[in-house]
């Protein structure tokens, strides 16, 4: 396992961003001591050091999320939304007339 600093060295700017891409050494605090094991024994099973585990794995997994499509409807958001749609259809029909409301209905669900 890739040994870790949580704690900032005299020379690190916390301020600033890092002017390179290179690996950089970090805390995340809350993280409970079982969720890290867990991450370092997935890191070991797949041979890589927690920095690569994390850059690969999480970073792939984490990606793949956010780009998936916005989660599906809630039901009540489809409620609402047939409730609207029906309230758009009864207006539109009461302005028709009455012989056209029956042949609109007859051709909506024939």
């Not at 961003?17 to 605090?29: A, E, Y």
């Not at 047939?82 to 029956?102: F, I, S």
């Amino acid at each position: 396992m890739e040994a870790e600093n949580p704690v900032p060295t005299s020379d690190t700017k916390i301020d600033s961003p890092s002017k390179t891409n290179g690996p950089v050494t970090w805390s995340i605090r809350g993280v409970e001591r079982d969720t890290r094991s867990v991450i370092e024994k997935a890191a070991e099973r797949a041979g890589k050091t927690m920095g690569q585990y994390v850059n690969e794995d999480i970073r792939s997994l984490v990606q793949g999320q956010l780009s998936q499509s916005q989660l599906p409807a809630a039901p009540v958001d489809l409620q609402n939304q047939m409730d609207h749609l029906t309230k758009m259809v009864e207006a539109l029909t009461n302005r028709m007339p009455e012989q056209g409301k029956k042949s609109f209905w007859q051709r909506l669900f024939s």
